[in-house]
């Protein structure tokens, strides 16, 4: 069974940089895709950007494109994001989760993601 656990979170400026970490255990093998959702207080959880498991297709949420970017490292059995211009609207709990289709992902999060993650903290303020 699939476990994924954040880090990397914190305090950081407008206009700043951060990275999360997504490591994932419990898997044989890395044919799934990624997705990273965030969730804002009083706010509803949304998808930020999700990736296949060969990152031949990365999709994004219009909000991010440009500032935020995906990456895995099978090797480490970890996915990043690394985010950049932070504005204090990204504040939220960022979460990772799976989704079991290798060739295709969405940032919906109807889409069928499981295994979640216990999320990490990002807040941007001055």
């Known amino acids: 069974q699939l476990q994924l656990a954040e880090s990397g979170g914190g305090l950081v400026q407008p206009g700043g940089s951060l990275t999360l970490s997504c490591t994932i255990s419990?898997?044989?093998?890395?044919?799934?895709?990624i997705g990273w959702f965030r969730q804002a207080p009083g706010k509803e959880r949304e998808g930020v950007l999700c990736?296949?498991?060969?990152?031949?297709?990365?999709n994004y949420a219009d909000s991010v494109k440009e500032r935020f970017f995906i990456s895995r490292d099978k090797t480490k059995n970890a996915v990043y994001l690394q985010m950049g211009s932070l504005k204090p609207e990204d504040t939220g709990v960022y979460y990772c989760?799976?989704?079991?289709?290798?060739?295709?992902?969405?940032?919906?999060?109807?889409?069928?993601?499981?295994?979640w993650g216990q999320g990490t903290q990002v807040t941007v303020s001055s």
């Open positions: 419990g898997s044989t093998s890395d044919d799934y895709s």
């Open positions: 989760a799976v989704l079991s289709n290798e060739y295709w992902c969405s940032t919906s999060i109807s889409t069928g993601y499981h295994s």
């Open positions: 990736t296949t498991a060969r990152e031949a297709v990365t």
